[in-house]
Each structure stands twice: as structure tokens, then as C-alpha cells.
């Protein structure tokens, strides 16, 4: 059972450029979530997806910064004119629709961003 | 408000020592969940343990258990003899019911543990 995959893994860019990041959740979850970490902090909630529908943003996803998720299977973050304090850890995670899950989030191992 | 408050930033012990993490969160829902995930120096957050709000019952897999109070609204986790793979990021977190209607994870800020040889 293949976990939660993200790429790229690492990213430098230059300040001004878009970078766009993929997420490949497990196979049968139907639930995507993407976060973004900085050094010293917890991750924090950017948007939400059932299936392909988006059903959560939160009010740090700026109009800069656009999801999708297509087909309800993998999900891409791009963000646009990039700013420095966008350098942090793209983290997504996905979950199944079973209830006995408890909505138990799965992450995959982040996609670091710098840009410079 | 912190809804989940990680009190402790880092906490530095000896191998063999026992150590607590505490946690303390803020709801109004009757119905939520708490986890513990660890994150290692290679990033990845790892899904330790889930809790419901119906179930009180104190949990222990090998050498952690967790202590979960709805009187404090405190779910504080502790490793007995820790060793240095223990050494990590420990983060709590609360899963309530949004404003849509989704439950989606609350991180605290973490605790930082090290355990020394």
C-alpha cells in the first residue's frame, strides 16, 4: 500500500516565478488536504478536498495561491509571483471516507520550498 | 486563540528517562478527535495515535501511552525509558467540526524532544 507522494521534493526558485506542486494521495482516500509548515511551527491548514471538489480554504490560501484536484485523484498547489515568505514545507495528506477512520489524516513527506 | 497548546518547545532528556509531552486543547464540540503524530529530522509527519471524544480510556503501545482528560482538556503522551530514535518533533492535534462541516485537523506548534545518549 503505497503512502501519500509528493513532488517535487525540493524546489528553489527565484522570487517573482510560479512553482507548482503535485500530490499524489493513497489510492482509495478520497479526502486531500494540503498544509504548509515553516521552521519552528506546526503545519497549518490550507485547503481542503472531497473528491474533486474544494470544499475548505483556509484565509492563508491568498489569491496568489490556487489548488486542484481534477479527476478526485491527485491534486496540484501552484503558487504564482512567488514572495520569500513563501519558503516553507508544502505538506499534503489525504483520508478515507470510513468513519471508523476518525478522519486520520496521512501525510506524505512534504515538498520544500525556497525562493530566493 | 490557540486551539491546541503545546506548552513545552523543546524538552532534552538522558536515554532511559522517561518523558511526558503535555497537550491541552480548546473545543465547544461534544464530538472531536485528538492524534500525536511524530516528525523526524527526514520531515515526514508519522500518524501515532487517535482519540475520540467518546472514548476516555487511556491507551499504551509498547513503550508510549497516551492520557487523554476531557476534565483538563488535556491528551498528554508519554515514552517510558525513551531512546535517541525517539528524538523528534511531537505534534498534538484536534479535529473538530468546521464551519463546512469537515473535520480537519488543528496542529500545535510541537514539541521538540531529545533524547541524548
Known amino acids: 500500500d503505497t503512502g501519500v507522494s509528493q513532488n517535487p521534493r525540493h524546489k528553489i526558485t527565484k522570487r517573482g516565478q510560479n512553482v507548482t506542486f503535485r500530490c499524489d494521495p493513497i489510492s482509495e482516500h478520497n479526502r486531500l488536504y494540503w498544509y504548509r509548515q515553516t521552521l519552528g511551527q506546526g503545519p497549518e491548514f490550507l485547503t481542503y478536498f472531497q473528491n474533486e471538489a474544494q470544499l475548505e480554504k483556509s484565509r492563508l490560501l491568498s489569491d496568489r495561491f490556487s489548488a486542484e484536484r481534477p479527476k478526485g485523484s491527485f491534486s496540484t498547489l501552484e503558487i504564482q509571483r512567488t514572495e520569500q515568505g513563501d519558503s516553507a514545507m508544502y505538506l499534503c495528506a489525504s483520508s478515507s471516507r470510513d468513519r471508523g477512520s476518525g478522519n486520520t489524516i496521512y501525510f506524505g513527506e512534504g515538498s520544500w520550498l525556497t525562493v530566493v | 486563540a490557540q486551539k491546541v497548546t503545546q506548552a513545552q518547545t523543546e524538552i532534552s532528556v538522558v536515554e532511559k528517562e522517561d518523558v511526558t509531552l503535555d497537550c491541552v486543547y480548546e473545543?465547544?464540540?461534544?464530538?472531536?478527535?485528538l492524534f500525536w503524530y511524530k516528525q523526524p529530522p527526514s520531515g515526514e509527519l508519522v500518524f501515532l495515535i487517535r482519540?475520540?471524544?467518546?472514548?476516555?480510556q487511556n491507551e499504551i503501545s509498547g513503550r508510549y501511552s497516551w492520557n487523554f482528560q476531557k476534565s483538563t482538556s488535556s491528551f498528554n503522551f508519554t515514552i517510558t525509558a525513551s531512546q535517541v530514535v525517539d528524538s523528534a518533533v511531537y505534534f498534538c492535534?484536534?479535529?473538530?467540526?468546521?464551519?463546512?462541516?469537515?473535520?480537519?485537523?488543528?496542529f500545535g506548534r510541537g514539541t521538540s524532544l531529545i533524547v541524548h545518549p
Open positions: 473545543t465547544r464540540d461534544t464530538t472531536y478527535y
Open positions: 482519540r475520540n471524544s467518546f472514548d476516555e
Open positions: 492535534a484536534l479535529s473538530e467540526s468546521s464551519s463546512g462541516g469537515s473535520y480537519i485537523p488543528t
